[in-house]
Nanobody, 120 residues
Framework: QLQLVESGGGLVQPGGSLRLSCAAS????????MGWFRQAPGKEREGVAC???????KYAHFVKGRFTISRDNAKNMVYLQMNSLNPEDTAVYSC??????????????WGEGTLVTVSS
């Protein structure tokens, strides 16, 4: 059974940092692009970051310079380091598996997500 499980969400003050983790099971992620998405209350889901199988990363403009996506193929894990968080970053963050090696081909598997709340 293919599955993605996120962890690491929580409450953080503005300006703070969090590191999200995504554990993949049922498949080896080394051949696939992996991404992070988020959905804030009352808003559409939006892409945050994606990393191809070769390690090339892409970011949404609103997180560029603050967030870093990484992958550990040996551990079958994907991470999202989030720095300089602000209240607008509050959302449920979900991990996703790419359908191919490149982010351009879209995603075909989603985790349930982990809630990140940025508030003082």
């Amino acid at each position: 059974q293919l599955q993605l499980v996120e962890s690491g969400g929580g409450l953080v003050q503005p300006g703070g940092s969090l590191r999200l983790s995504c554990a993949a099971s049922g498949f080896t992620l080394d051949r696939f692009a992996m991404g992070w998405f988020r959905q804030a209350p009352g808003k559409e889901r939006e892409g945050v970051a994606c990393i191809g199988s070769g390690g090339v990363a892409k970011y949404a403009h609103f997180v560029k310079g603050r967030f870093t996506i990484s992958r550990d193929n040996a551990k079958n894990m994907v991470y999202l380091q989030m720095n300089s968080l602000n209240p607008e970053d509050t959302a449920v963050y979900s991990c996703a598996k790419g359908s191919h090696h490149d982010c351009a081909y879209g995603m075909d598997l989603w985790g349930e997500g982990t809630l990140v709340t940025v508030s003082s």
